[in-house]
């Protein structure tokens, strides 16, 4: 990356680890286990999407309160993220951007 990419980045660090702090706040020790549980066990299965998701939150078992606050949460990073990837485009050539932002796309 050039070092204006790797500026972006270290400029959105911040917003985006408090971020995903608040979403890893959400979730109880018990729920984090049941979680990476869950996720491994899609995994595993072949299971991915929202076959994956449903099982993993079926297993989560979210209080409406915590569905709440995390929703929001989830907002703020998915904003956060999306804030540096529009900065990141804004520095990157095409091929730079497809090899950057196209491997985090294909994670998701």
């Known amino acids: 990356m050039t070092e204006k990419a790797n500026k972006v ?3 959105h660090a911040d917003k985006i680890a408090a971020a995903q702090a608040k979403v890893d706040a959400v979730y109880t020790a018990e729920q ?11 995994k595993d299965a072949g299971k991915k999407g929202k076959e994956a998701a449903a099982e993993v939150d079926a297993a989560v078992k979210l ?3 915590q569905k709440t606050k995390l929703e929001a949460a989830t907002k703020e990073l998915t904003a956060a993220t999306t804030a540096r990837n529009d900065a990141l485009k ?6 730079q951007q497809e090899k ?9």
């Open 9 to 11: 980045v270290a400029d």
């Open 63 to 65: 209080t409406a309160e």
């Open 32 to 42: 984090q286990t049941a979680k990476r549980t869950a996720q491994k066990a899609a």
């Open 90 to 95: 804004a520095v990157l050539s095409a091929d």
């Open 100 to 108: 950057v932002l196209g491997k985090a796309k294909k994670k998701a």
